[in-house]
């Protein structure tokens, strides 16, 4: 995993939660950030990097998604990166003398692969996809021995790419068993927040760095002066905690940092308001929680929005004053619309996933290493060949 966002350590200690508790003493599983542990500039940085990337150079961002996105970019593109990491990988493979290797980052798929083919034997090699909708080409690698998808879209990606359908299955994305548990009903989970018990409430997050127009987003509620209270997550940006603290509001306003306890804020909550961030639409869902997405990532997420659409758990308001102007009529429209846009977003959701993971995990843990006919090193001449250019 790497902590580019917050989604995919959210899916490592999902699976981990869910190993420990179904083979309690048994199993001991360690989450490593590939990127910043074990690869050299500019990759190292990539964790901090991200949010700045995506916020600042956003249509350049989705541009680069686009223009990866096919079966023969991806492949050549990780074989170029995997140039640059391949010691740092095999070191890790050293340092983590595993029985099985679970991957959720697509940017890792490929290269993790290609560094365990080069050993005599290998650990099996568990993909478990953490976008909904819009996988990139990188996540599939017809070598990996099983690949873990959250939707028959991505599935039917997996074909494409060239998997066997006997290496996937479709289980749905992760999501931490604690939140089945946290979920409390909303009087118990406000009062332990100690919010308000009874005006509606909205929450407003942008993943786990703070990303999007939060800020803005939060001003335009307030603007409407309207009878609510709003909680406020900020994540990892402490920029924006900042500004908001500094802040005056015309309704009951909470600003949190990263916080430990989403089951219970979402619990809490009446409207999420959020980016279309795929662990939190999939906790949303679990907590029977409508939302208005404010912003989805270029390429990664856009698929994400449709996911919540066609399930009719939300809206796509791309705009501050979009956004706020939806909450708005969400709350004019009263408790009823909101309890039935609540039932479809619990339709949509998929709280077994994490346990059929584990289970998958488990069951490739246990079996042996498999031989592999030990690679070559790979150079730039084995990527000119891939591109059909003669050196
Ligand atoms: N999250 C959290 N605490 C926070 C903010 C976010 O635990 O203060 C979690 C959130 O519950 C979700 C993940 O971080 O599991 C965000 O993942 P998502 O895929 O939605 O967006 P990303 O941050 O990866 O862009």
Redesign the pocket.
């Known amino acids: 995993m790497s902590d ?7 899916a490592a200690e999902a699976i981990r939660e869910a190993l420990y508790r179904r083979h309690p003493g048994e199993v001991e599983a360690t989450l490593v950030d590939v990127f910043r542990d074990y690869t050299p500039f500019p990759f190292k940085s990539f964790p901090e990097l991200y949010p700045w990337l995506v916020n600042h150079g956003k249509s350049s961002w989705g541009a680069s998604f686009k223009l990866s996105n096919t079966r023969q970019r991806a492949k050549i593109l990780s074989s170029t990166m995997y140039m640059t990491v391949e010691g740092s990988l095999k070191q890790m493979l050293r340092d983590h003398p595993a029985d099985v290797v679970v991957c959720v980052h697509s940017l890792l798929t490929r290269p993790t692969m290609k560094a365990m083919r080069t050993l005599e034997k290998r650990p099996p090699y568990v993909v478990v996809v ?1 976008d909904l909708v819009s996988t990139h080409y990188f996540w599939y690698d017809r070598h990996a021995d099983r690949t873990l998808l959250p939707t028959p879209i991505a599935y039917e990606r997996g074909l494409k790419a060239g998997l066997s359908p006997a290496t996937m299955r479709i289980t749905g994305l992760p ?2 068993p604690r939140f089945n548990e946290q979920l409390t009903d909303k009087p118990s989970a406000r009062a332990a927040l100690n919010w308000h018990p009874t005006l509606p409430t909205i929450l407003l ?7 999007g127009p939060v800020s803005k987003i939060a001003r335009a509620i307030d603007e409407r002066a309207l009878n609510c209270q709003l909680a406020i ?4 940006n402490e920029a924006l905690k900042a500004q908001l603290e500094a802040a005056t509001w015309s309704q009951p306003t909470y600003i ?5 306890d ?1 089951p219970r804020m979402m619990a809490a909550a009446d409207i999420l308001a ?8 999939s ?1 949303a869902c679990i907590a029977g929680l409508p939302m208005v997405l404010y912003d989805a ?1 270029p390429g990664q ?1 856009e698929g994400n929005v449709d996911f919540v659409l066609e399930n009719n758990a939300g809206v796509f308001a791309n705009q501050p004053r979009a956004a706020a102007e939806t909450i708005e009529q969400w709350l004019h429209e009263g408790e009823s619309a909101l309890r039935a846009r609540a039932a479809n977003a619990r339709r949509a959701a998929k709280p077994n996933a994490v346990w059929e993971i584990a289970d998958e995990v488990w069951e490739y843990a246990h079996m042996p290493p498999i031989p592999t006919q030990a690679r070559k090193k790979f150079t730039l001449k084995d990527v000119a060949e891939q591109i059909g250019l003669d050196l």
């Open positions: 580019t966002g917050g989604g995919h350590r959210a953490t999501v931490h997050l942008g993943g786990g760095d703070g990303m997550i900020t994540g990892r949190y940092g990263f916080v430990k989403m959020t980016k279309a961030g795929p662990a939190t639409i906790e990532i997420e």
